[in-house]
């Protein structure tokens, strides 16, 4: 059995989704400590053909060890109409703008009052709409108290896998796992991020999923598929 683990990242690049589709099982790592300016709670898109930053305003004011699962929106932000409003300007005129962003705004519109829950639920809505169908389940479940390489060690010993699925990024410190104490394989994947039509400007890569959804509609499964390799 395969598996990745990744953070529950907002509005997550193509290749989260692209590594969902490919694992059988996928756990989403919310009892780790929260990194503030991270993906966790923002990610790039494409705006008059520039990389934008959209960001959702969290509360960290004497917070400095909350885990994932514990963080709160800042809800005296405006940042719901801030970011609907560039959604709108960025994506309007693009093929499946009109099948998707209706569906987004209702997710918005829920005003979640934790970080994780407004993730999770895009996360959630994009896997539907990309009809990627997997088991899920949540690091905090398990409840366990390793840090770093070593609480990725357990989950893959809990969960029985046959190979755990990394990002390249991470294999500094799963290098320290000694191979010698496990019975699994640890793999590698990139992400090409081949060209495909965008809107206005040079291709931009390693984009929000909703750059892809909105320029390719029902081809980004194929795409993501297309894109995905072992290294």
């Excluded at 005129?93 to 519109?109: A, E, R, V």
């Excluded at 009809?131 to 357990?154: A, G, R, V």
């Excluded at 410190?173 to 991020?193: A, G, P, R, T």
Aim: glycine share 2%.
């Amino acid at each position: 059995m395969k598996i990745g683990i990744s953070q529950p990242t907002f509005l997550p690049w193509q290749g989260y989704f692209a590594l969902i589709n490919y694992v059988d099982e996928f756990i989403f790592l919310d009892d780790v400590q929260f990194e503030k300016r991270s993906w966790q709670q923002r990610n790039k898109i494409k705006y008059i053909g520039n990389e934008l930053l959209l960001t959702v305003p969290v509360i960290t004011k004497n917070k400095h060890n909350q885990k994932i699962n514990e963080v709160l929106i800042d809800q005296n932000s405006n940042y719901i109409d801030k970011h609907l409003k560039t959604i709108k300007l960025a994506y309007s005129k693009t093929k499946y703008f009109d099948l998707y962003f209706p569906k987004i705004l209702n997710i918005y519109n829920k005003d979640f009052e934790k970080l994780i829950d407004l993730n999770k639920n895009l996360i959630d809505f994009f896997l539907i709409e990309l009809n990627i169908t997997k088991k899920f389940s949540f690091s905090s479940d398990l409840k366990l108290s390793e840090n770093k390489h070593f609480l990725i060690d357990k989950i893959c010993k809990i969960k029985k896998c046959t190979t755990y699925i990394s990002t390249k990024g991470s294999q500094d410190y799963l290098n320290l796992i000694d191979n010698k104490d496990i019975n699994y394989k640890i793999e590698y994947f990139s992400f090409k991020n081949q060209l495909y039509q965008q809107t206005t400007g040079s291709f931009i890569k390693f984009l929000s999923i909703i750059d892809l959804l909105f320029n390719e509609g029902e081809n980004s499964k194929s795409y993501l598929e297309k894109n995905f390799f072992i290294d």
